[in-house]
């Protein structure tokens, strides 16, 4: 059991867990049951002073000067601690790409001087949370869905599913509708079209919207809406839309989105694309490639994880989608499951890669599972994660010869 070897707790408290998202960032401490913070993913740049999203950068000098502002603000602004000779945890994606790995490794050691630095794979480390260490974890983040299957610990890399549907995805989709169909009320005067009035709406802006007024719909009214929206049927067949509601913008200014936008924003989730693929198929595709004797237990363990999942009606509506799926011919050749089951987390889903690696960073074997930043220095290299134990003992033991 990999993923649970040494389940005894440390009792080191200066442990520093990083989750750095596309959209938010999660901080806190080894061992407590939350983050302290969670914060934008987003720094001011000195050269220009417009705020820049983290993982939106040209080259690997600007990042390095970008992490260096972003974590500074993290350990003294929000932890309150010194960053020095501590031990780092980053709950990192399967999908992180290596130049913003390595930059974030060179920051942590050679800046701020970290003794160890642990990178472990976020979609792995929620099964921690949970007690259990195999599931078919889907994390619904903000650029792309990922689907991975966990079995007793090690991740089936041949069976992974990654579709780019999330939460920018329903962003996009809310700011064309409102641009073709949103109005803006003041007190003095009538309606206005959206389009009269240029970049009012923001990340920011759309985000709101999407968390206070948006929802994903049943399966039927969804049917109903793709018949238009996607195979051009006649409008009059939408089902009745739900009540419109007025978004404030200002101190006197009123958004109109209608009830159309609040419910056929999220079906961009479901939406199959040019390769029929959506967030539910591929759930399905993971199983289908995962060896025989998986595809039970993956099945009767779904956990669902990111922070576009937090939606309300997302959960009701993909286990149905998944069961209407089967009987589809391409799956109900495949597959004989006839059951689906999803885990209930302990936290947040927004929350639950960071809780796992707060579980991961208060055990004892944190150390023999880190690389140490003497190591670091001499190789000047970062190990692979997924053959990160063996690489450390030898680096070490090459070390101590020398």
Same mark, same amino acid.
């Given at each position: ?8 707790y440390?009792?080191?408290k200066n ?5 750095i998202?596309a959209a938010?960032?999660?901080c806190?401490l080894?061992?407590?049951a939350?983050?302290r913070?969670?914060?934008p ?7 220009t ?10 080259t690997?000098d600007q990042l ?6 972003f974590?500074?603000?993290?350990y /003294?602004r929000?932890?309150?601690v ?10 990192e994606s399967?999908?992180c790409?290596?130049? /913003? ?7 942590l050691?050679?800046h701020f ?5 642990l /990178?472990?794979v976020g979609?792995?480390n929620?099964?921690?949370g949970l ?15 990922v689907?991975?299957?966990?079995y007793? +610990?090690?991740?089936v ?8 549907l999330?939460g $920018?995805s329903?962003h ?10 949103g109005?803006?009320?003041? +007190?003095?005067k009538?309606e206005e079209p959206?389009?009269?009035v ?15 007024c948006?929802?994903?719909?049943n399966?039927q ?11 051009g ?28 936008v609040?419910e056929?924003s ?10 029929q ?15 025989i004797?998986?595809?039970r ?5 779904i956990?669902?994880? +990111?922070g576009?999942?937090?939606?309300? +009606? /997302?959960h009701?509506r993909?286990c149905?989608?998944?069961y209407?799926?089967l ?7 495949e597959?004989s499951?006839?059951?689906f ?9 927004n ?6 690696g ?21 190789t000047?290299k ?14 070490? $033991?090459a070390?101590?010869?020398?």
């Open positions: 059991m990999p993923l649970l070897e040494g389940l005894s440390s009792s080191d442990v520093i867990v990083f989750e998202g938010y960032t999660r806190g080894a061992g407590e939350g983050p913070c969670i914060v993913s987003q720094v001011k740049n000195k050269v002073g417009k705020v820049e999203k983290l993982w939106d950068f040209e690997v390095y000067e970008n992490l260096k502002d974590l500074f603000n993290l /003294f929000h932890l309150l010194n960053a020095k000779d501590r031990r780092v945890v980053i709950c399967i999908l790409p290596s130049a /913003f790995r390595d930059t974030l490794a060179k920051v050691f050679k001087e970290a003794s160890s630095v /990178f472990a979609q792995v929620c099964l921690l007690g259990t260490h195999t599931g078919l974890v889907v994390d619904v983040g903000y650029n792309e869905t689907v991975l299957p966990v007793e +610990g090690i991740p890399l041949k069976a992974l599913q990654c579709v780019p999330g $920018k329903i996009k989709r809310i700011e064309s509708q409102l641009k073709e169909t109005k803006i009320t003041t +007190g003095s009538e959206l389009s009269t240029p970049d009012c709406l923001n990340e920011e802006i759309l985000e709101d919207i999407k968390v206070r948006c929802f994903v719909t399966l009214r969804a049917s109903q809406i793709h018949k238009v929206t996607l195979h049927e006649d409008q009059s067949k939408l089902p009745s839309p739900p009540p419109g509601v007025k978004y404030p913008l200002d101190g006197n200014r009123l958004l109109l989105v209608n009830g159309d609040r056929h999220c079906e961009v989730l479901f939406e199959q694309d040019n390769e693929q959506s967030i539910s198929t591929i759930i399905l595709d993971a199983i289908i490639n995962a060896p004797d998986m595809r237990d993956l099945a009767e363990n956990v669902i994880i +990111g576009t999942s937090m939606l309300p +009606g /997302f009701h993909l149905v989608e998944l209407h799926l009987k589809n011919n391409k799956y109900q050749n597959l499951i006839k059951l089951k999803f885990h209930k987390l302990l936290t947040k889903e929350c639950a890669c960071w809780l796992g707060a579980m991961l960073g208060a055990l004892e074997t944190l150390p023999s599972k880190s690389i140490s930043r003497d190591t670091y220095l001499q000047g970062l190990p692979d994660w997924c053959c990160l134990s063996e690489e450390t003992e030898e680096q070490e $033991k070390t101590a010869r020398s």
